[in-house]
């Protein structure tokens, strides 16, 4: 119990430290400094942290990846492309019930795979979107709940942000992460759609037909709709599929992303230099948070090590070594719990690097890479739910931030509850049977 004493007093000052609301980076950097001269560390060891930050963090080479991802989707969404889907998607399923509904849900999936960028998507689809639903009559909480869930799915379908973090933590290639992450990003995709498909035959009254003054014919419809599709779909094909052919790795790609948005953004005439200041002010503003987060954990996660805290959390789980799904679930509540008062970059810079020894040892039938592959991707579907769940959900703030006047943030929590629901499930899906994750990395190794 002695030797459990420091690591659980960080972990208590850390959480003290975050609640009280000062900066999660200094709060993280600050704590490991204050308790490594507490309890004597020499500073000889203390020298070592900084070499750490430098190599590990500064000149990563993957880490480049990061603003660059951001530009994209900061660029792709100036550019008028998720405006001018939803229009073509809408006419399409115009006449039934909870057609604009599958239109947002469709592009959420596709926006997703294109930007990853959470409050941008939000926010442009609650300005596109909720006030039409509004006006055709959908229930609130549907409308509300459905544009966050949808907008949230860019933190899990690649290009993703969190990936390339989680890849960083837990050494394992970035490119193998996006490609696992596809299976379950679809997976919970297509519950959204099956839930609304749901509303729509039981519940039409909750989302009906939308009215169309001068509709178009269907024909000329989907094929707006395709050219509506070309520019996204062949920026996803680059920048994806030049990490699956092997020809560029993630950072190589995400450059070739963000010309490609670029591109869009000018041939939209949407390119002018006050939009590029916005997306650069914004993207050094965001990558700064997310860089200071991983230098103040790197200064944490070394002194808690140092003071014994691997021992401790291995002590924690070893009680449940006999059957590892019962740590891999221990380790999923404690992450979902977490999400209601944590940002995921601040759960993964500090969970990751303590839980990753535990789960890297446990045996489910799959090699190490595999099982932290696998371990990576249910991670990343269990803190998407952290941008839904109040009182912190950062989805919800942003869709409340743009909200028609009558949408209460009490409708946006109610909302929200069954696409958490249906997030929990795809959660389950991926720990159940690995191979949702796992199916596609493999069949591209062979």
């Known amino acids: 119990m002695e030797d459990a004493f ?34 004597g560390v020499p500073l000889v060891f203390l020298s070592t942290t900084v070499a750490r930050i430098y190599s590990g963090t500064l000149t990563n080479w993957l880490l480049i990846a990061i603003p660059l991802f951001v530009f ?7 550019s008028g492309v998720a405006e001018r889907l939803l ?12 057609g604009y509904a599958f239109a947002v849900a469709i592009i959420g ?46 933190i899990l379908i690649p290009p993703s942000i969190m990936l390339i973090v989680l890849g960083d933590q837990l050494r394992v290639s970035v490119g193998d992460l996006f490609m ?33 003054a001068d509709p178009l014919p269907f024909w000329r419809a989907a094929g707006t709709l395709a050219l509506d599709l070309l520019a996204p779909v062949l920026l996803i094909v680059s920048v994806l599929g030049t990490i699956v052919a092997g020809i560029a790795t993630p950072t190589e790609s995400a450059a070739i992303g963000a010309l490609g948005a670029m591109v869009l953004a000018l041939v939209s005439r949407q390119l002018d230099w006050a939009t590029l200041y916005a997306a650069l002010r914004d993207t050094t503003k965001t990558t700064a948070m997310i860089i200071f987060v991983m230098l103040g954990a790197t200064v944490f996660s070394v002194v808690f090590r140092k003071l014994g805290g691997d021992a401790l ?3 924690l789980f070893a009680v449940h070594e006999g059957n590892p799904y019962v740590v891999i679930v221990m380790i999923m509540a ?51 739910t952290s941008f839904l769940t109040p009182p912190f959900g950062y989805a919800l703030f942003y869709l409340r931030g743009i909200a028609p006047e009558g949408v209460s943030i009490g ?19 991926v720990i159940y049977w690995p191979q949702v994750a796992l199916y596609i990395p493999l069949a591209l190794a062979k």
């Open 334 to 384: 404690l992450v979902f719990v977490l999400g209601f008062f944590l940002e995921w970059v601040e759960i993964t810079l500090v969970v990751v690097p303590i839980v990753a020894p535990v789960v890297a040892g446990l045996d489910f039938g799959l090699t190490p890479e595999q099982t932290l592959i696998w371990f990576a991707i249910a991670l990343a579907v269990n803190l998407q």
């Open 87 to 98: 229009k073509s998607l809408a006419s399409v399923f115009r006449g039934m019930p909870g």
């Open 313 to 315: 959390i291995a002590d």
């Open 411 to 429: 409708t946006i929590y109610r909302g929200v509850i069954p696409f958490v629901v249906l997030q929990i499930v795809a959660l389950a899906a």
């Open 6 to 39: 420091w690591p659980l007093l960080m972990l208590l000052g850390l959480m003290g430290g975050i609640f009280a609301g000062y900066p999660v980076a200094f709060v993280l950097g600050g704590i490991g400094i204050l308790f490594a001269v507490m309890a």
């Open 109 to 154: 999936v596709v926006m997703a795979a294109s930007t990853g960028i959470i409050g941008a998507s939000v926010v442009l689809m609650g300005m596109m979107a909720l006030p039409t639903m509004l006006q055709n009559r959908y229930d609130p909480k549907i409308a509300t709940g459905l544009i966050a869930a949808s907008g949230t799915l860019g």
């Open 180 to 212: 696992a992450a596809v299976g379950p990003g679809l997976l919970l995709g297509a519950l959204y759609i099956l839930y609304l498909v749901c509303v729509a035959i039981f519940q039409p009254h909750r989302m009906p037909p939308a009215e169309v």
């Open 72 to 78: 994209m989707g900061l660029m792709l969404e100036r």
